[in-house]
């Protein structure tokens, strides 16, 4: 949501509509005495001599509202208002009471609160201001209410009783006037006014709804989210336990839950903010409105109420779900003239969702929804790892005769191929490795992103250790797979350690792509079949697959080493995973603008803590380095210390540069050279540098820009192709063309093989060799410092550096926690930091690399032209003659010396003054970071509701310390799909073999829903969406001539039926009449 539209979608509800102005157009008053309620406990139980007699007057009147919010017009409304003696008036009363001795007539209830259960509804609480009328002084209203709330239940001489109803809320009270002409007078006038009661709601409909009739006829629903409050009034000590209840009509309609020792409230799904609200238009526009008071729960007593606000009928029925702000006004009774305190809601119509979420999901009356059965499936894997009786017990590989071989077979796990039981029950090593190879049979269509697809099979793992009893009891392996806001799982393999995931079973998924830097996070885990709170799947290793340098229509079959953290340096690998992904783009422009705005944060919630765990180990590894752990201290000082290691780059690029060595292949008379292209820009750059210097600026970002290309460079010429990135140009081609330049390649498997295990033992021994350097100098360093401490104290000298070097030994680090711990996590950002711009200089963070990169090479071209001299010298000569000039002796004649002068008063004036500017200034900042925090607070609820409390953060850009590089053995070959018919094709593109799951993205406002996208491929209005995959040229039943041919033979079939039948049945029918016709006559 944009600045402006934030700003006008939070704007306070009550200046939405113009206040109606009132005029009195009759009234009549009544002094009566008015005993407590008969419905009331002391109305009931005691005797009405010992009741004291209260002063009160009564006036009935008719008010004429002109309505500035519908286009002019007026009607009448007719209220009746009870009114107090105020102090000076019953002070006078009770004086002349005492005069004649008329002690029990003394009116000494003031507040008169005991007595009354009026509703909110009925006090004088509302927003519109009714002129009252004359007569009046010396008392102060009590409450009032509207006409059509009283009714007459009967008289007794001077005495009428009356019964005010609104909504579950009956109190019939006694009024008792000084003659039986004024209650007779009294009640004439009421059931008048009764009467035309009809008359002037009909009068106000008609201006409501300019003279039409209400475009809804039946009960209109809508949604209500109490959304938040803040600076609520304090309630307890220092802070409340606020809560809101809604009513309408006198009948509260909902109520949220407490949010305990806060004075900043927000209400989710969890604590009731939403609730449904049903009214007639008609019902809705006679009434007040929505009614919110906002009490404070107390354990003992009675809850305090904090405020109140009405929301007119007019916003209700028109707002479409807009943030709407409400001042909190006082609530009847209370002695404050205003109380603090905003409270923010929505409304807006109720849609066919919004009412299966609250009747399903909020009042439970069903426990499962679409939601959860997708989220449960997307969670679930086939159970496996039977435990080691069942182990030991289970036949695995039999021995069979095929002629004179004698040939090893393994029994298939999970389990057969369900079309084929009998021929994949037993298979050998090398029919499990072709079967493997195959192209799944059933996919999991996952996730709700719009770039592409990405095609992902989990084929194998190797050499896995065996963390279960041993013998015949081995590890049970599942894979689990976590892209952006989606999990999945694969089927578990039992008792293996080389465990083969086959077509048939769950091991494909396709993920649909929302951001292009997104890591696609793979867990290898050994199933724990334990139900125990404390048992989780142990996770045997994991790998972040980088997508950002794969390219499209490429099948790629790449083996990665297990690890169980990339993130410190205590790792071994723990056996290997072997996958098969593939890319589907269809706009390479898309994919490369995705990444001009910053990666959204994306969660995945799930049901179970154990569920929880797998996401966990599987995005951020064993170790959760949020936690304090000395060994994590020690791994952020050693990976900043290699930082160090940058400087092996910079030596090798110097010198490239300064030597003038060839790093661009030109082939020329059939002989490749290296050009030296870097050494020659560097040489007319610093050349011109130096002969004009205002140029500076911009060779300075050039000078960035050509640094990340020769980075670039450097990393396209490493032996191994699985290190390369894609190039600048390259990039530059997609944002011009919209399509990417270079076609799909083949990488074999082992290509350069021997030129890469040379350059990564000569990158380790160059990093032992500078460590052991290090190493030696801070040993000599450290004897030189011993050698001067002992000199110094031969010489008497006491310094610090001997209780430095003092070694206690056996002191536990674990005393100094609440020292290191903060240490530990100002390191982890350091490190974090230093990751990012470290994947992005190194262009592991391809699209960002090439942004910067771009970025530095255009503001250098825009530096060119910005005549930095004549700005530097103007901008010199502007303050040398404006702060060093004669005229600054003014200054201080006329201010600075008058400072000194101001009274303490006069500063604390400015001070406020001050104070409140910068509060003006910052409010919009408040408002729009209190808004984000509510929508984020709300999301996380909602998710939460959906699917599962336990929630885990996936990282969208590279945080981990080592990235996974595929191994050697890794090959990839351009992908090209097989032609095929056009119904098979068709089958395919809407979903055939597939399993479509969305993802946890939720859309939309109040009661989000799960965003989707199409299960069907074809665009709309298309039959296809890949034509040119149709094989023509296949004959057969599906094939695409047969469809022609069968379209041509019903063509044919009818024009033959049409020729001969038509004139037959027409003949036909003919003599039919005839014969009728004669047989009648």
């Given at each position: 949501?944009?600045?402006?539209?934030?700003?006008e979608?939070?704007?306070?509800?009550?200046?939405?509509?113009?206040?109606p102005?009132?005029?009195?157009v009759?009234f009549?008053?009544w002094?009566?005495?008015?005993?407590?309620?008969?419905t009331?406990?002391?109305?009931?139980?005691?005797?009405?001599?010992?009741?004291?007699?209260?002063?009160r007057k009564?006036?009935?009147?008719?008010?004429?509202?002109?309505?500035?919010?519908?286009?002019?017009?007026s009607?009448?409304?007719?209220?009746?208002r009870?009114?107090?003696?105020?102090?000076?008036v019953?002070?006078?009363?009770?004086?002349?009471?005492?005069n004649?001795?008329?002690?029990?007539?003394?009116?000494?209830d003031?507040a008169?609160?005991?007595?009354?259960?009026?509703h909110?509804?009925?006090?004088?609480?509302?927003?519109?201001?009714f002129?009252?009328?004359d007569?009046?002084?010396?008392?102060?209203e009590?409450?009032r209410?509207?006409?059509?709330?009283?009714?007459?239940?009967?008289?007794?001489?001077?005495?009428?009783?009356?019964?005010?109803?609104?909504g579950?809320m009956?109190?019939?009270?006694?009024?008792i006037?000084?003659?039986m002409?004024?209650?007779?007078?009294f009640?004439?006038v009421?059931?008048?006014?009764?009467?035309?009661e009809?008359?002037?709601?009909?009068a106000?409909?008609n201006v409501?709804?300019?003279g039409?009739?209400?475009?809804e006829?039946d009960?209109?629903?809508?949604?209500?989210e109490?959304?938040?409050g803040?600076?609520?009034?304090?309630?307890?000590?220092?802070?409340?336990d606020p809560?809101?209840?809604?009513?309408?009509?006198?009948?509260?309609?909902?109520?949220?839950?407490?949010?305990?020792?806060?004075?900043?409230?927000?209400?989710?799904?969890?604590?009731?903010?939403l609730?449904?609200?049903?009214?007639?238009?008609?019902?809705l526009?006679?009434?007040?409105?929505?009614?919110?008071?906002v009490?404070?729960?107390d354990?003992?007593?009675?809850?305090e109420?904090?405020?109140?606000?009405?929301?007119?009928?007019?916003?209700?029925?028109?707002?479409?779900?807009?943030?709407?702000e409400?001042?909190?006004?006082?609530?009847?009774?209370?002695?404050k003239?205003?109380?603090?305190?905003?409270v923010?809601?929505?409304?807006?119509?109720a849609?066919?969702?919004?009412?299966?979420?609250?009747?399903?999901?909020?009042?439970?009356?069903k426990?499962?929804?679409?939601?959860e059965?997708?989220t449960?499936?997307?969670?679930?894997?086939?159970?496996?790892?039977?435990?080691?009786?069942?182990?030991?017990?289970?036949?695995?590989t039999?021995?069979?005769?095929?002629g004179?071989?004698?040939?090893?077979q393994?029994?298939?796990?999970?389990?057969?191929?369900?079309?084929?039981e009998e021929e994949?029950?037993?298979?050998?090593?090398?029919?499990?490795e072709?079967?493997?190879?195959?192209?799944?049979?059933?996919?999991?269509?996952?996730?709700?992103?719009?770039?592409g697809?990405?095609?992902?099979?989990?084929?194998?793992?190797?050499?896995?250790?065996?963390?279960?009893?041993?013998?015949?009891?081995?590890?049970?392996t599942?894979?689990?797979l976590v892209?952006?806001?989606?999990?999945?799982?694969?089927?578990?393999?039992?008792?293996?350690?080389?465990?083969?995931?086959l077509?048939?079973s769950?091991?494909?998924?396709?993920?649909?792509?929302?951001h292009?830097?997104?890591?696609?996070?793979?867990?290898?885990?050994?199933f724990?079949?334990s139900?125990?709170?404390?048992?989780?799947?142990?996770?045997?290793?994991r790998?972040?697959?980088?997508?950002?340098?794969?390219?499209?229509?490429?099948?790629?079959?790449?083996?990665?080493?297990?690890?169980?953290?990339?993130?410190?340096?205590?790792?071994?690998?723990?056996?290997?995973?072997?996958?098969?992904?593939?890319?589907?783009?269809?706009?390479?422009?898309?994919v490369?603008l995705?990444?001009?705005?910053?990666?959204?944060?994306?969660?995945?919630?799930?049901k179970?803590r154990?569920d929880?765990?797998?996401?966990?180990?599987?995005?951020?590894?064993k170790?959760?380095?949020s936690k304090?752990?000395?060994?994590f201290?020690?791994?952020?000082?050693e990976?900043?210390?290699?930082?160090?290691?940058?400087?092996?780059?910079?030596?090798?690029?110097?010198?490239?540069?300064?030597?003038w060595?060839?790093?661009?292949?030109?082939?020329?008379?059939?002989?490749?050279?290296?050009?030296?292209?870097?050494?020659?820009a560097?040489?007319?750059s610093?050349?011109?540098?130096?002969?004009?210097?205002?140029?500076?600026?911009?060779?300075?970002f050039?000078l960035?820009?050509?640094?990340?290309?020769?980075?670039?460079?450097?990393?396209?010429?490493?032996p191994?192709p699985?290190?390369?990135?894609?190039?600048f140009?390259?990039h530059a081609?997609?944002?011009?063309?919209?399509?990417?330049?270079i076609?799909?390649?083949?990488?074999?498997?082992h290509?350069?093989?021997?030129e890469a295990i040379?350059?990564?033992?000569g990158?380790?021994?160059?990093?032992?060799?500078?460590?052991?350097?290090?190493?030696?100098?801070?040993?000599?360093?450290?004897?030189?410092?011993?050698?001067?401490?002992r000199?110094?104290?031969?010489?008497?000298?006491?310094?610090?550096?001997?209780?430095?070097?003092?070694?206690?030994g056996?002191?536990?680090v674990?005393?100094?926690?609440?020292?290191?711990?903060?240490v530990?996590?100002?390191?982890?950002?350091?490190c974090?930091?230093l990751?990012?711009?470290?994947y992005?200089?190194?262009?592991?963070?391809?699209?960002?690399?090439?942004?910067?990169?771009?970025?530095?090479f255009?503001?250098s071209i825009?530096?060119l032209?910005?005549?930095w001299?004549?700005?530097?010298?103007?901008?010199?000569?502007?303050?040398?003659?404006?702060?060093?000039?004669?005229?600054?002796?003014?200054?201080?004649?006329?201010?600075?010396s008058?400072?000194?002068?101001?009274?303490?008063?006069?500063l604390?004036?400015?001070?406020?003054?001050s104070?409140?500017?910068?509060?003006l200034?910052?409010?919009?900042?408040?408002?729009?970071?209190?808004?984000?925090?509510?929508d984020?607070?709300?999301l996380?609820?909602m998710k939460?509701?959906?699917?599962?409390?336990?929630?885990t953060?996936?990282?969208?850009?590279k945080?981990?310390?080592?990235?996974?590089?595929?191994?050697?053995?890794s090959h990839?070959l351009?992908?090209?799909?097989?032609?095929?018919?056009?119904?098979?094709?068709?089958?395919?593109?809407?979903?055939y073999?597939?399993?479509r799951i969305?993802?946890?993205?939720?859309?939309?406002?109040?009661?989000?829903q799960?965003?989707?996208?199409?299960?069907?491929?074809?665009?709309v209005?298309?039959?296809?969406?890949?034509?040119?995959l149709?094989?023509?040229?296949?004959?057969?039943?599906?094939?695409t001539t047969?469809?022609?041919?069968?379209?041509?033979?019903?063509?044919?079939?009818?024009?033959?039926?049409?020729w001969?039948?038509?004139?037959?049945?027409?003949?036909?029918?003919?003599?039919?009449?005839?014969?009728?016709?004669?047989?009648?006559?």
């Open positions: 949501m944009t600045k402006s539209k934030r700003q979608s939070t704007r306070l509800a009550q200046s939405t509509e113009p206040a102005k009132s005029d009195l009759s009549k008053i002094e009566v005495v008015a005993p407590p309620p008969i009331s406990l002391k109305g009931a139980l005691v005797p009405r001599v010992f009741v004291s007699r209260r002063r009564v006036s009935i009147e008719v008010h004429r509202i002109a309505s500035a919010g519908h286009q002019g017009g009607y009448e409304e007719c209220i009746v009870v009114l107090n003696p105020n102090q000076k019953r002070e006078e009363q009770n004086k002349k009471r005492r004649k001795k008329d002690e029990e007539l003394l009116d000494q003031i008169d609160d005991e007595s009354t259960v009026a909110p509804e009925m006090m004088d609480a509302n927003t519109r201001n002129a009252a009328p007569g009046l002084d010396g008392w102060e009590k409450y209410f509207p006409i059509r709330y009283i009714t007459v239940k009967g008289t007794n001489r001077t005495g009428i009783f009356v019964q005010i109803t609104l579950r009956k109190q019939t009270r006694q009024l006037f000084d003659s002409a004024e209650a007779e007078e009640r004439n009421l059931e008048k006014e009764i009467r035309n009809k008359d002037r709601n009909d106000k409909l409501v709804f300019h039409k009739s209400p475009p006829a009960d209109i629903t809508f949604l209500v109490i959304v938040s803040w600076d609520l009034p304090v309630g307890d000590l220092s802070t409340s809560y809101v209840i809604a009513s309408f009509d006198g009948n509260d309609v909902h109520k949220t839950q407490v949010i305990e020792k806060t004075l900043d409230p927000i209400w989710t799904v969890k604590t009731g903010s609730f449904l609200f049903r009214s007639k238009a008609e019902a526009y006679l009434s007040e409105g929505l009614l919110f008071t009490k404070d729960y354990a003992l007593g009675r809850d109420k904090l405020g109140m606000f009405y929301v007119a009928p007019k916003v209700v029925y028109e707002a479409k779900g807009e943030r709407l409400f001042k909190l006004i006082p609530t009847p009774g209370s002695k003239k205003e109380v603090p305190g905003y923010a809601i929505r409304i807006r119509r849609t066919g969702h919004d009412i299966v979420f609250m009747n399903e999901h909020v009042h439970k009356k426990k499962t929804s679409l939601a059965s997708a449960q499936q997307l969670a679930t894997a086939q159970l496996g790892g039977g435990g080691a009786l069942r182990s030991y017990f289970r036949r695995q039999r021995h069979i005769k095929d004179d071989r004698d040939i090893k393994y029994k298939v796990r999970p389990g057969p191929d369900p079309k084929r994949t029950t037993w298979l050998s090593k090398e029919q499990i072709a079967e493997c190879q195959r192209e799944s049979d059933h996919w999991l269509d996952v996730g709700n992103g719009r770039l697809r990405l095609h992902v099979e989990i084929l194998g793992c190797d050499e896995l250790p065996n963390l279960d009893s041993g013998g015949r009891n081995k590890t049970d599942f894979v689990a892209y952006e806001d989606c999990v999945v799982k694969t089927d578990v393999v039992d008792d293996c350690l080389n465990p083969r995931w077509p048939w769950k091991r494909a998924a396709i993920f649909h792509i929302h292009s830097s997104s890591q696609l996070f793979l867990g290898v885990f050994d724990d079949q139900v125990a709170p404390g048992d989780d799947h142990d996770l045997i290793g790998v972040a697959v980088d997508l950002t340098n794969l390219r499209k229509d490429t099948m790629y079959v790449m083996v990665y080493d297990l690890y169980t953290t990339a993130r410190i340096s205590d790792r071994k690998k723990l056996g290997s995973i072997t996958i098969r992904l593939r890319l589907e783009v269809e706009d390479d422009r898309a490369l995705s990444n001009l705005e910053p990666p959204p944060s994306f969660y995945v919630n799930v179970t154990k929880h765990r797998v996401v966990q180990f599987t995005c951020s590894g170790y959760d380095t304090y752990d000395i060994k201290i020690n791994s952020y000082i990976e900043i210390l290699s930082v160090q290691h940058a400087s092996f780059y910079l030596s090798d690029a110097f010198m490239r540069l300064m030597l060595r060839g790093t661009m292949p030109v082939r020329m008379l059939g002989t490749t050279y290296h050009f030296p292209i870097h050494s020659l560097a040489f007319v610093l050349a011109v540098v130096v002969e004009r210097p205002e140029l500076f600026p911009a060779w300075s050039a960035f820009g050509w640094t990340m290309v020769a980075t670039m460079d450097y990393r396209l010429h490493l191994t699985w290190l390369h990135c894609k190039h140009l390259e081609f997609t944002l011009f063309y919209g399509s990417t330049p076609a799909p390649y083949s990488i074999e498997s290509e350069n093989a021997k040379a350059f990564e033992e990158w380790r021994k160059r990093i032992t060799e500078s460590e052991e350097a290090a190493a030696k100098e801070y040993e000599e360093n450290l004897k030189a410092q011993e050698e001067y401490q000199e110094m104290d031969e010489i008497g000298d006491v310094s610090d550096i001997s209780a430095l070097n003092k070694n206690d056996g002191i536990s674990d005393p100094f926690k609440s020292v290191l711990y903060p530990q996590q100002n390191l982890q950002m350091v974090k930091y990751r990012r711009i470290r992005v200089l190194i262009w592991e963070e391809s699209y960002i690399s090439f942004w910067v990169t771009a970025g530095c255009l503001v825009i530096f032209f910005v005549p001299f004549f700005l530097i010298q103007w901008t010199a000569r502007i303050l040398v003659w404006a702060l060093f000039g004669p005229w600054m002796k003014l200054v201080d004649i006329f201010y600075v008058k400072l000194d002068d101001y009274t303490e008063e006069e604390m004036q400015q001070r406020l003054e104070r409140k500017k910068r509060r200034a910052t409010a919009t900042a408040l408002a729009e970071a209190r808004i984000k925090r509510e984020a607070m709300k996380k609820a939460a509701y959906y699917f599962g409390k336990y929630i953060r996936v990282p969208v850009l945080e981990d310390r080592y990235v996974d590089t595929p191994c050697l053995e990839a351009p992908f090209k799909p097989d032609p095929l018919p056009l119904s098979e094709l068709a089958m395919q593109e809407a979903g073999h597939r399993t969305p993802g946890q993205h939720l859309v939309g406002s109040m009661i989000p799960i965003e989707t996208v199409s299960f069907t491929e074809a665009p209005g298309q039959a296809l969406r890949r034509p040119n149709v094989d023509k040229d296949i004959a057969g039943p599906e094939s047969a469809a022609y041919a069968k379209i041509g033979s019903l063509v044919v079939c009818a024009s033959v039926i049409s001969f039948a038509v004139p037959f049945f027409s003949s036909l029918t003919q003599h039919l009449l005839v014969a009728l016709q004669e047989q009648t006559e």
